[in-house]
């Protein structure tokens, strides 16, 4: 591997992990709803997933995202 080329982040910033956490919940509640056979409920984790997305969305565009003003990678 050429170590000149930079480390793109690959979405390792809070947004993008408080976006993907909100997200998993989601899809593990829908899953639970749809085997309970609640179709609010399955209704209700996609609407959860769509706020995850816009909860990753702000904070990328708030500077939480890679590359952000407020993003300080861990050194390694």
């Given at each position: 591997?050429?170590?000149?080329?930079?480390?793109p982040g690959h979405g390792h910033s809070p947004a993008a992990w408080t976006a993907v956490i909100i997200m998993l919940i989601a899809f593990?509640?829908?899953?639970?709803m749809l085997f309970l056979g609640q179709p609010y409920?399955?209704?209700a984790a996609a609407g959860v997933l769509v706020v995850g997305l816009i909860v990753g969305w702000i904070?990328?565009?708030a500077g939480f995202g890679v590359n952000g003003p407020?993003?300080?990678p861990k050194g390694h």
């Open positions: 591997m050429n170590p000149d080329i930079s480390d593990a509640l829908g899953t639970v409920g399955v209704v904070l990328k565009k407020r993003y300080q």
